[in-house]
């Protein structure tokens, strides 16, 4: 356990304030790290010659400013200074910055990076060509909500790479991923509004959701994904008005579900009369998937897909596709959240999709995504992906001697970032002991076989071993 004392001696105002300002304080300046584990409330009042009511009380407001959490049995940790259970850098920069507290670079497994940085090329080449066509002036003015028709129908054949045929009329293009599922959600709910998903799920719909004032209510999940008994009882007892799902490499767990399960799954849905919304954001790497539920014609669907993982983060273009009713009220939270998306950046994508070469960028994105893959699960076998499908993340459950908070936070003394569960539990209850481990981030292949033999050397040891580690 870390002994965390925190320095309230010049602090004015409530001692139980203090505590918690001085929790804050240190959590931003790295002095305390998500995952690390917080002095029983009794120690620390002996500690502090303090009541012990007042450290019950001061770690109730660091509770409710989502700074820690708690469980019983498992004690006080650290969530961080916001309400995400995981801080996360958007930068691959800042990802190559030295770990505080060390000389050595961080190695970042935890961010689902593309797996192939550059392609600088590429870009300078498509924005040549959009200059020389000589009509930039038309990327400058406002736009339909939705897209122009043109990169409309690129985010049809996009989408169409699916095995879900649409017309370019059907399809919104939303600013990225993340976009994409806000609309989506904006579509489909109100605030105060209940939408069931996995119990693990992708932090992003757990952002969106907060935003838009929605419950998320957890479905239990297997090795095959949702499990349609608990998605039958979910619809039963919550009012849910959707089901949000990643069917293809689920994240974190990568389980690719089968078309029997997809099949299950809209049947139920169906029968509740309940939208599904169905992200397939790492869906190109899985070729040999099975249709998306959306194809199947049995539950209304909204599918989702972009461009961040296969082809640039920075792309930040995505695409909707519903049925026209629904497509309306998606374009109509396009309009509210972003206007429309970036014209510059459409172009782009529509230019590349056009002429093969984000088809290029995706074969070889999955030719290195599974040489990397081959040597995350050499090295972790129990991190080996289900039915073998190629993935950008691997999801390792830990032994027995190891709990999630404390693996993470000693693989981060040791300059390796990983995942922790919380991250993507919609309850607490539904984070198990281990890690969602990504490949992407990593520099190149030398510095994931480095930050793997971290984590190798990490998991052959008891965590009381791991304590006495300088």
Known sequence: MTIWLPHVADRTGPKYRAIADALADDIRRGAVRPGMRLPTHRELAWRLGLTVGTVTRAYAEAERRGLIAGEVGRGTYVRGAAPADVAISY????????????????????????????????????????????????????????GRLSDRAAGAAWIGRSGLSVRAEDVAVTAGGQHAIVVCLAAVAASGDTVLVENLTYPGVKAAAALLGLKLAGVAIDAHGLVPDA?????????AKALYCMPSLHNPTAAVMPEARRREIAAIAARHDMPIIEDDCYGFLVPDAPPPMAALGIAEGLFLTSLSKSIAAGQRIGYVTARPGRLERVT?????????????????????????????????????????????????????????AVSYHAWLHLPEAWRADEFVAEARRRHVAVTPPTAF?????????????CYGAAAGRDELARGLAVLTGLLAEQPGMAASFV
């Open 91 to 146: 930068s691959a920069a800042d990802s190559a910055q030295s770990d505080p507290g060390g000389a050595s670079p961080l190695i970042d497994l935890s961010l689902n990076f593309p797996v192939i940085p550059g392609h600088e090329a590429e870009l300078a080449a498509a924005l040549r060509r959009l200059a020389d066509r000589g009509d930039l002036a038309a990327l400058l003015p406002y736009h339909p909500h939705a």
């Open 425 to 437: 539990a919609v309850t607490r209850q539904a984070a198990p002991d281990a890690v969602r481990i």
């Open 332 to 388: 109509q939270a396009v309009r509210a959240t972003s206007w429309m998306a970036s014209p510059l950046a459409a172009a782009i994508a529509t230019d590349w999709i056009g002429d093969g070469t984000a088809q290029r960028m995706v074969r070889e994105r999955r030719a290195e995504a599974a040489a990397r893959q081959a040597m995350v699960e050499a090295a972790l076998p129990a991190a080996r992906s289900p039915g073998g």
């Open 231 to 239: 998605l039958a009882a979910g619809c039963r007892t919550t009012g």
